[in-house]
């Protein structure tokens, strides 16, 4: 047997040689074999260590005499393990000193599940910080998320940092028209997309000092990302569509007193390019006539609400789901005969209003967001009763000589109607915007022989004289505007009688009078 037995670590390499650690076995049997562990804990190797067998005491065989072979060996092996550095100075090989892979959830989805969005505008930043005195190269990777099939990636050079210090780096790029798969790494997931990080050093050939001090820090946000289509499960919501209003300009002729269509019909178009269940609420559709303060609400008691709404389908660009009114099934004459300048309305719509059947086949685009269109047709079917109708046009008499011995002066409005209605028409005469004066006649302009569809049978001509005094005559000069009120009124009161595009009422207006001649 051995006692006594005493090994030496040194380091050969540093100068001057430095002693790394000395360990004694007091006993090894004969044939047998011993093993004992080092801690390096804070120990500092420069390079190559050297064993040395610094002292071998044999336990001896006293006066009794062995047999030696000398093949026999005392062998010492030395074995450098599971070493796990605070820090080294070395030239160090090409590495990654970061090799991530991981899915990475998206936060605050409420109950929207994504499994695809391609996207309209929109960055990344990355910010990289690195204590390392060498080079640091990150690369940033988002495998599923592809434009023109090409991976998204951001590359980043982090020069090396001073003793004590660090370096910062930062790089931003636009994600628009990138399509981002939320599926995962393995394509079996929602709301996950899937990342991989990496941060390496290149062989430079310069001696180079890492510890586990050294840190590389990495941050990436996303910046005001905008989608234009989106795809999977997108939950329960509700989307607004007003209150709000809407000006009509269908009645901007000025009517007055009264008028009645025979029949009205109204549709309302909900369109959208959304592929989701929904339903729509309609709390309100007013027509308002804000000048005599009436108003009349679309009656929807014929339809049962919440109106179904038709779910797009992917492969075209728009889905219209309309519901159609009349006089059978609402109160749509009543609705425009108040002839109104304005439509109030107020609709809700509830998306996914089933829950989610895990079929994640939703989606919507941006491009035809959710809206709601009331069209109307008015066929100009009408009785009316002293509607009054306003126009202003434009008056020039400047150019006529003065006479003298005016005798007899008039003013006639040849009138051609065409309309199966009678009227009374009177005469505003303006000078810059103020009316001067007026003519009133009491002669009625009678209305044309049509058709039961409207056609012109044969028009009615009549002649409006309005007699005026000289002074009046002379002054025409002066007027450069001339209001005319028509007053209309079908015949017989109680019918309807239908207009055409074609139909007019043709006005001219001309002076008359005779000269006395001395």
């Not at 009785?383 to 006639?412: A, C, G, W």
Request: net charge negative; glycine share 6%.
């Amino acid at each position: 047997g051995i006692r006594d037995y005493k090994v030496t670590g040194v380091q050969t390499c540093a100068l001057p040689i430095s002693l790394v650690a000395t360990e004694t076995f007091t006993y090894i049997a004969a044939g047998s074999s011993e093993v004992k562990a080092i801690d390096m804990s804070g120990k500092t190797i420069y390079g190559d260590l050297t064993l040395y067998v610094s002292n071998i005491d044999v336990v001896g065989t006293g006066v009794s005499s062995v047999l030696i072979d000398t093949s026999d060996a005392v062998i010492s092996n030395i074995t450098v393990r599971d070493l796990v550095l605070a820090s080294a100075t070395a030239y160090f090989p090409a590495q990654n000193i970061v090799d991530t892979a991981e899915n990475r959830a998206l936060a605050d989805m409420g109950d929207v599940q994504l499994t695809k969005a391609i996207i309209e505008s929109g960055k990344i930043r990355m910010e990289a910080y690195s204590t390392v005195s060498d080079t640091v190269y990150f690369s940033y990777t988002l495998p599923g998320t592809k434009k023109d099939g090409i991976p998204f990636t951001m590359d980043l050079i982090i020069p090396p940092a001073t003793q004590g210090n660090f370096t910062y780096e930062e790089i931003m790029k636009d994600v628009s028209g990138y399509e981002f798969d939320f599926t995962g790494r393995n394509g079996d997931t929602i709301n996950t997309f899937y990342t991989e990080v990496q941060a390496r050093i290149d062989s430079t050939g310069k001696l180079a000092t890492i510890s586990l001090q050294d840190s590389v820090y990495l941050l990436l946000e996303v910046l005001d990302l905008i989608p234009n289509y989106v795809h999977g499960y997108l939950g329960q919501d509700t989307i607004r569509i007003g209150p709000n209003s809407k000006s009509l300009d269908v009645f901007d002729f000025n009517p007055s007193g009264v008028l009645q269509f025979e029949t009205v019909n109204v549709s309302l178009n909900l369109e959208h390019a959304l592929g989701i269940q929904a339903e729509g609420d309609v709390q309100r559709v007013t027509a308002v006539n804000s000048k005599k303060n009436q108003e009349v609400a679309l009656d929807f008691s014929a339809f049962n609400l919440p109106l179904s709404i038709n779910k797009a389908n992917d492969t075209i660009e728009k889905s219209v789901t309309s519901y159609f009114f009349d006089s059978n099934n609402s109160n749509t004459d009543a609705l425009f005969n108040i002839m109104p300048d304005r439509l109030d309305y107020d609709i809700s719509v509830y998306t996914n209003t089933e829950g989610n059947n895990f079929s994640y086949s939703d989606f919507a685009s941006k491009k035809y967001p959710f809206s709601a269109n009331l069209d109307v047709e008015i066929p100009l079917s009408i009785k009316t009763n002293n509607l009054l109708l306003v126009d202003t046009v434009s008056f020039d008499y400047s150019s006529n000589n003065k006479f003298e011995n005016i005798i007899s002066p008039r003013i006639i409005l040849d009138v051609a109607n065409e309309l199966p209605i009678a009227a009374s028409i009177k005469l505003y005469f303006l000078e810059k915007g103020v009316v001067l004066d007026s003519l009133i006649s009491n002669q009625i302009i009678q209305g044309a022989f049509v058709e039961e569809n409207g056609a012109l049978i044969e028009g009615a001509r009549s002649e409006l004289i309005y007699p005026i005094e000289e002074s009046f005559f002379q002054d025409l000069k002066l007027f450069d505007q001339v209001i005319l009120k028509a007053s209309l009124e079908t015949f017989p009161n109680s019918d309807f009688v239908k207009i055409l595009s074609t139909n007019n009422i043709k006005c001219s207006l001309r002076t008359d009078f005779e000269l006395k001649l001395n």
